[in-house]
């Protein structure tokens, strides 16, 4: 009689993973695993590797006060890192200010104060980055710095020059691009009297092709 029991309980404990196993059935899902995809437009720069762009600014012309400055710039990508570029500019100086508070003479006729110049600059685009506009537009954009030399007529002679400065270059499309630029134009000259170093601030915009 207590075998029998024994058996019979021995079967109900051993039975009973079997049943509950039997019971539980599949796994429910608890999380949806599916996730709706953004669709990203990201402008891209030509397969072409040249830009041109005639843009227009402000020059600050040490001791000749501000004024328009304008010109056209080309540039050839050789890689994703680096251009090489050419400008071409102009603008005037306008009197000293020792000549506006004197109230004499002019001390340079009014074609000396053409300002000309035109460099050969390096370009590093150090920073490429992206803009999103909204949730679909993406742009490419790149911050880069530039130093080159070349040239600067001025008050009837030539000033051997150096152009370091940095911009800001915007992918509207696959062709056209918006550009900001900041350089400094830098010449030693003796125009009164004795050698100084001259700082002159360029600020300018663009609008740039590439193909």
Not at 34 to 58: M, N, P
Not at 112 to 140: C, H, Q, V
């Amino acid at each position: 009689m207590e075998n029998w029991y024994q058996r019979l309980v021995l079967a109900g404990l051993l039975g009973m993973p079997l049943v509950a196993q039997a019971g539980e059935g599949p796994p429910r899902q608890v999380v949806n695993p599916d996730i709706e995809r953004r669709e990203l437009r990201q402008v891209d720069i030509d397969t072409e590797d040249f830009e041109v762009s005639v843009y227009s600014g402000i020059l600050s012309i040490q001791d000749f006060e501000s004024d328009v400055v304008y010109g056209v710039r080309a540039a050839w990508h050789i890689t994703e890192d680096f251009f090489v570029e050419g400008s071409y500019g102009q603008s005037e100086g306008d009197e000293t200010s020792y000549e506006k508070l004197s109230g004499g003479s002019p001390l340079f006729a009014g074609g000396e104060r053409d300002y000309t110049f035109y460099n050969l600059s390096l370009g590093w685009n150090a920073l490429p980055g992206e803009i999103f506009i909204t949730d679909r537009y993406a742009f490419k954009s790149d911050l880069y710095f530039v130093l080159g030399a070349g040239s600067t007529d001025f008050l009837d002679d030539n000033w051997f020059t150096v152009t370091a400065g940095a911009g800001y270059r915007l992918l509207l499309t696959d062709w056209l691009a918006w550009r900001l630029d900041v350089r400094d134009h830098i010449f030693d000259r003796d125009t009164f009297g004795e050698d100084e170093t001259t700082h002159n601030l360029e600020l300018s915009t663009a609008l740039t092709v590439f193909f």
